[in-house]
């Protein structure tokens, strides 16, 4: 693994473990930003286009929508998997003239901007006036299936290291799963309005499934990088051993998340 920042090499297992799980994430989000037939919608970080996939099965044929990314593995495995147009782009710049669309999403991806101001800034300039914003992030905090990864990842890297490394793929993740902190940020970027409903959601997954699904974030990402190939497999293994030693498989995993919808003033 080149850079445990990118997502190109963990695309495929996004695409395979996530994003079925993500699915009724997007159609609640695409509901409750309510766009029209004709809308012209721009998804940014897009990931593999789960949501930009919800927009155009709630808005019909006549919708146009694109996903851009900034990764090149995870268009790729999206345009196998949901085809639609779809650009390599960098979320903080984006190429578009002012005003372009009437609905701007993204789902999941704040938390990792470095730069989220701009990013919401740059988003809300190319949204028409009295255009739609609408944004999903998760609310933060541990269940027992996420504290037991940490610890083993932990047990693994060296705990300091490890919080770094967290901070360094998801700098705004604390602060988004406080819908005030939402709220106020998308208020700061021109969006006013602005609607956040708290919903929790219910994902079951075999052990092998949540592991892999875990190997494809952040704190996965980074702790292979770490042990190296042969490494990373024989922690994954004994991390296994342990999933399987302390919960029933399949395991049952409840997810809190924020939906944001707002209007650009």
Same mark, same amino acid.
């Given at each position: 693994m080149?850079d445990w920042?990118?997502?190109?090499?963990t @695309?495929a297992?996004y +695409?395979?473990?996530? *994003?079925p799980?993500?699915a009724?994430i997007s /159609?609640d989000l695409v +509901?409750? *930003? @309510?766009p !029209?037939?004709d809308?012209?919608?721009?998804?940014?970080?897009? =990931?593999t286009?789960?949501t930009?996939a919800?927009?155009?099965?709630?808005?019909?044929? &006549?919708?146009r929508v694109?996903?851009?990314?900034r990764s090149?593995?995870m268009?790729r495995a999206?345009?196998?998997a949901?085809?639609?147009p #779809?650009a390599l782009?960098?979320?903080?710049d984006?190429p578009f003239? $002012?005003?372009a669309f009437?609905?701007?999403?993204c789902?999941?991806?704040l938390?990792?901007?470095?730069?989220h101001e701009?990013?919401l800034f740059?988003m809300t300039?190319?949204?028409r006036p009295?255009?739609?914003i609408?944004?999903?992030v998760w %609310?933060?905090?541990?269940d027992?299936f !996420?504290?037991?990864?940490?610890?083993?990842?932990?047990?693994?890297v060296? /705990?300091?290291?490890l919080?770094?490394?967290s901070?360094d793929?998801a700098p705004?993740?604390d602060?988004?799963?406080?819908?005030n902190n939402?709220? *106020?940020?998308?208020? &700061?970027?021109?969006?006013?309005?602005?609607e956040?409903?708290k &919903?929790e959601?219910?994902f079951?997954f075999t052990?092998?499934?949540?592991l892999e699904g875990l190997?494809? %974030?952040?704190? =996965? #990402?980074?702790?292979?990088?770490m042990?190296?190939?042969?490494?990373?497999a024989?922690?994954m293994e004994? %991390?296994?051993?342990?999933?399987?030693?302390?919960f029933a498989?399949p395991?049952?995993?409840f997810? $809190? *998340?924020?939906?944001?919808v =707002?209007?650009k003033?």
């Amino acid at each position: 693994m080149n850079d445990w920042r990118s997502y190109d090499e963990t @695309a495929a297992t996004y +695409e395979h473990v996530w *994003a079925p799980r993500f699915a009724d994430i997007s /159609k609640d989000l695409v +509901e409750m *930003a @309510a766009p !029209s037939p004709d809308v012209r919608v721009l998804d940014v970080a897009t =990931g593999t286009g789960v949501t930009a996939a919800a927009v155009r099965a709630a808005a019909g044929n &006549r919708s146009r929508v694109i996903g851009v990314d900034r990764s090149v593995g995870m268009l790729r495995a999206g345009q196998e998997a949901r085809p639609g147009p #779809r650009a390599l782009v960098d979320v903080l710049d984006l190429p578009f003239a $002012d005003g372009a669309f009437d609905l701007v999403t993204c789902s999941f991806a704040l938390h990792i901007f470095t730069k989220h101001e701009t990013a919401l800034f740059d988003m809300t300039r190319v949204l028409r006036p009295g255009g739609t914003i609408a944004v999903s992030v998760w %609310t933060g905090g541990e269940d027992t299936f !996420s504290a037991a990864w940490r610890e083993l990842v932990e047990a693994a890297v060296g /705990k300091d290291m490890l919080v770094t490394a967290s901070a360094d793929a998801a700098p705004g993740r604390d602060r988004f799963s406080d819908p005030n902190n939402l709220d *106020a940020a998308l208020g &700061r970027a021109g969006i006013d309005k602005v609607e956040i409903e708290k &919903r929790e959601y219910r994902f079951r997954f075999t052990v092998d499934e949540y592991l892999e699904g875990l190997g494809a %974030t952040g704190r =996965g #990402r980074f702790v292979r990088q770490m042990l190296g190939e042969a490494g990373y497999a024989a922690f994954m293994e004994r %991390t296994a051993a342990e999933f399987r030693s302390r919960f029933a498989d399949p395991l049952t995993d409840f997810n $809190d *998340a924020l939906l944001a919808v =707002g209007i650009k003033e």
